[in-house]
């Protein structure tokens, strides 16, 4: 589906394997419901209305998600600190009635079987973030790449969340910035002696990609660094 307009309430099919939705939006004041439960392959990019709401995916190997510039679940009283609106009537118009719906994971649950999986989003969109409250374990999860959404909030507990439930990760990829060009790339490693418990005992390869080195980038590295990862210039 490209350049679709998607006006109905629900997306449903028990035999499809693949899907694609690109460039698509809804207008409607509901999250449209993604129902296929034999998918092994889900993009969603650039979805302009309310995040769809995915329900698990339990054949699912590979998902990219990247909410774009058009996701109307934001904050409009974000801050630079990665902190949205409280979770109560005082918050702005989006928060409280994202708030107003059910409790359950948009985005995050319905993915969670997946083996290779993207997650990209602007900072201001809350969806990723208040999924992680209730964040499933990804039990089959081997590589993931994260733009820099995951490492804005203080103490980078998005990121620190994510890969505590990533018990099988094999490789992470940090991209620090949203869009394309030039950028540095650095390659961490740890041994098996000095594996941090925090982590996937199987991660063997973490990227760190970046336009230049600034607070944020030291900040990224002195993290992972706790978990005994040590990083070289490619």
Same mark, same amino acid.
């Given at each position: 589906?490209?350049?679709?307009?998607?006006?109905?309430?629900?997306?449903?099919?028990?035999?499809?394997?693949?899907?694609?939705?690109?460039?698509?939006?809804?207008?409607?004041?509901?999250?449209?419901?993604?129902?296929?439960?034999?998918?092994?392959?889900?993009?969603?990019?650039?979805?302009?209305?309310?995040?769809?709401?995915?329900?698990?995916?339990?054949?699912?190997?590979?998902?990219?998600?990247?909410?774009?510039?058009?996701?109307?679940?934001?904050?409009?009283?974000? %801050?630079?600190?990665?902190?949205?609106?409280? %979770?109560?009537?005082?918050?702005? %118009?989006?928060?409280?009635?994202?708030?107003?719906?059910?409790?359950? #994971?948009?985005?995050?649950?319905?993915?969670?079987?997946?083996? &290779?999986?993207? =997650?990209?989003?602007? $900072? %201001? *969109?809350?969806?990723?973030?208040?999924?992680?409250?209730?964040?499933?374990?990804?039990? !089959?999860? +081997?590589?993931?790449?994260?733009?820099?959404?995951?490492?804005?909030?203080?103490?980078?507990?998005?990121?620190? $969340?994510?890969? !505590?439930?990533?018990?099988? =990760?094999?490789?992470?990829?940090?991209? =620090?910035?949203?869009?394309?060009?030039? &950028? *540095?790339?650095?390659?961490? #490693?740890?041994?098996?002696?000095?594996?941090?418990?925090?982590?996937?005992? &199987?991660?063997?390869?973490?990227?760190? !990609?970046?336009?230049? *080195?600034?607070?944020?980038?030291?900040?990224?590295? +002195?993290?992972? $660094?706790?978990?005994?990862?040590?990083?070289?210039?490619?």
């Amino acid at each position: 589906m490209k350049f679709c307009d998607i006006n109905v309430r629900k997306i449903s099919s028990r035999s499809l394997k693949r899907l694609s939705i690109i460039d698509c939006q809804s207008d409607l004041n509901y999250q449209v419901r993604v129902c296929t439960p034999c998918l092994i392959s889900l993009e969603l990019d650039n979805f302009s209305g309310r995040a769809p709401f995915l329900k698990n995916m339990v054949l699912l190997e590979t998902a990219r998600v990247d909410l774009g510039s058009s996701c109307e679940d934001f904050c409009v009283n974000y %801050d630079d600190f990665g902190v949205f609106c409280e %979770d109560n009537d005082n918050g702005c %118009d989006n928060c409280v009635a994202y708030n107003g719906g059910n409790n359950k #994971s948009v985005l995050l649950g319905g993915i969670s079987n997946a083996i &290779h999986m993207e =997650l990209i989003s602007q $900072c %201001d *969109i809350f969806v990723f973030t208040r999924d992680l409250k209730r964040c499933p374990t990804f039990s !089959k999860l +081997k590589t993931l790449l994260l733009n820099e959404y995951w490492c804005v909030a203080p103490d980078l507990d998005p990121l620190a $969340c994510i890969l !505590k439930n990533s018990p099988v =990760l094999e490789k992470l990829t940090l991209q =620090l910035f949203y869009t394309g060009g030039d &950028h *540095i790339e650095m390659k961490g #490693s740890c041994s098996s002696m000095e594996r941090s418990s925090a982590i996937s005992e &199987h991660l063997n390869i973490v990227e760190v !990609k970046f336009h230049k *080195i600034d607070k944020r980038v030291h900040k990224v590295l +002195k993290f992972l $660094c706790t978990f005994n990862i040590r990083f070289s210039f490619e």
